[in-house]
């Protein structure tokens, strides 16, 4: 469990609509929906995220937030290296543990190919990983590679060297704790040493196409009939 504390709640529906930088006391995010009818809130880790929600709602928004939306930039992606491969993973699991898939396009110098699987019972987080093997084991060749994924665990995980401290130590993250997924991380760290990988967190639901294209494959595969058991996960 992550020990992070959210950072900023939005109210939609509330006494006050707005952006808050706390739950409790006095003007925090609490004080607008206690008690009232249909309230609408969520909590974020960052600010970047509560503005991306926000975003993504299908639904006229109070003047405050449709303001404060008008007044932010849009993210803006970096350019891409057109050298090397253009990697986009997602993975889901309906009911979590549930029957889960994974999507995931490749893209490179013009050519696009799609590719996605699924289990009769596993995990969102391991269907995020697996989607990042099964891509990264479809290229034929060592390539240069900029992987995406809206799951902070897969790409923390990876750019802050835990899954190699994990292997290091046993695949044990305390000294009475065993890292989940061990399998499927040491699967990734095999496929990732006959590559060069950059991890890159894209938010989900942000109108990325690719990433939303793997959105939807990977719910696809996740409802597909006589799905095989994930073995790594029922072990």
Known sequence: MSNRKKQVY???????????????????????????????????????????????????????????LQQEPQPVEPPLDPLRVWLYTDG????????????????????????????ALTTNNRMEIMACIVGLRALKRPMGVILFSDSRYVV???????????????????RQQRAENADLWQALLDVCAQHQVEFRWVRGHNGTPENERCDRLADWAA??????????YQA
């Open 156 to 174: 923390e995980t990876m750019t802050q060297g835990w899954a190699q401290r994990w292997q290091a130590n046993g695949w044990m993250r305390t």
């Open 223 to 232: 409802r597909q009939p006589n799905l095989p058991p994930d073995p790594g």
């Open 92 to 119: 889901c699991s309906l009911s979590n543990p549930g029957p889960g898939g994974y999507g995931v396009v490749i893209c490179y110098q013009g050519h696009r190919r799609e590719l996605s699987g699924g289990f």
């Open 10 to 68: 939005v109210v939609v529906r509330g006494r006050k609509p707005g952006l808050y930088a706390h739950w409790a006391g006095a003007g925090g995010a609490e004080e607008q929906v206690s008690g009232f009818d249909g309230a609408q809130f969520h909590g974020f880790y960052e600010r970047a995220d509560a503005l991306a929600w926000l975003r993504s709602l299908q639904q006229d928004l109070p003047p405050e937030l449709a303001q404060l």
